[in-house]
């Protein structure tokens, strides 16, 4: 009796725990998703967009070779349910009339390299679109042409951050994530985009890693050789941080200091006053 009385303290006791371990784990989850930025990434393969020096052969002919798909739709405000819908595009086998039904998608084949098109995945979304499932409407965010390769939503879904590109810098005929990045902030309850006005051989790159998204600190990659494609192995990085209100760009670290350091690591200098 005594034995069955111990193994049933035990017993308590264990799921004590892991009751207590759930309750703990839920909480942490709930937390990192109220202050949390999210990140939004489809890993399925879509192309980049066809740049303007084919676009234009394309239309003289009234012909296309990609057409829209749209794809899973994204929460950004719990409460108000709202949503983002990325829209994508997927080559065709062959080009087509425009007079040809666009949503029959008849003569669509996922996967396919178009000839030049160099085989990427991640996203290369074409637009978005606003979904406020209350009053059922829709709003379209961007009235020009442009590659989303991410987006991301803070303060409880009120702005996206949203890294894109409008031209093909690398002049490798497509619009995608491997031409230099632009930084677009949307506010989501005015209805306003911006584009953030950042140096021109730079490309966003992304949240900083090891700091809270709240500190709005981001990545810039430098063109150093002004290539139009931002190489990660051999160009350097710089942080800028966000003034949301001004919507500008800040050097996190002075350039004087920056300055500093590198003659420090040329060896111009032994040492900084501080």
């Known amino acids: 009796m005594e034995k069955l009385k111990k193994y049933n303290q035990i ?16 909480g942490i989850m709930a937390i990192t998703e109220y202050l949390s930025f999210y990140s939004y990434d489809d890993h399925e393969y879509e192309p980049g967009l066809i740049a303007e020096t084919k676009t234009d052969s ?20 719990t409460i108000k349910k709202i949503y983002i819908i990325p829209i ?4 065709l086998n062959e080009p087509e009339s425009m007079g040809d039904d666009v949503l ?17 995945y991640g996203l290369n979304y074409n637009n978005l679109v606003l979904f406020e499932s209350g009053s059922n409407r829709t709003k379209l965010i961007f009235d020009t042409r442009i590659s989303i390769s991410n987006f991301y939503s803070f303060n409880n879904g009120q702005y996206l951050i949203i890294r894109c590109a409008k031209l093909d810098t690398n002049k490798d005929e497509y619009i995608d994530r491997y031409d230099l ?16 006005e950042k140096q021109e051989n730079t490309s966003y790159i992304n949240f ?16 150093r050789n002004m290539n139009g494609e931002f190489n990660n192995e051999i160009e350097p990085k710089i942080y800028y941080r966000l003034n949301v209100e001004t919507r500008e760009l800040n050097l ?23």
Do not use: C, W
Not at 88 to 91: E, R, T, V, Y
Not at 181 to 196: G, T
Not at 260 to 268: A, D, S, V, Y
């Open 208 to 223: 900083a890693n090891g700091i809270n998204n709240s500190a709005l600190v981001f990545q810039f990659g430098i063109d």
């Open 181 to 196: 990045q632009e930084m677009y902030l949307y506010d989501v309850r005015n209805n306003e985009l911006h584009r953030i």
């Open 58 to 77: 394309l239309i003289k002919e009234e012909k296309r070779e990609q057409i829209l798909t749209f794809n899973q739709f994204v929460e950004i405000d």
């Open 11 to 26: 017993l308590l006791a264990i799921l004590a725990t892991v009751g207590l371990l759930f309750l703990l784990g839920f």
């Open 104 to 120: 029959g998608l008849i003569n669509s084949y996922p996967g396919r390299n178009v000839k030049g098109y160099r085989n990427k």
């Open 88 to 91: 994508g595009q997927k080559n």
């Open 252 to 274: 996190l670290i002075p350039e004087s200091q920056i300055n500093q350091i590198q003659e420090l690591l040329e060896g111009r200098k032994s040492s900084i006053e501080q």
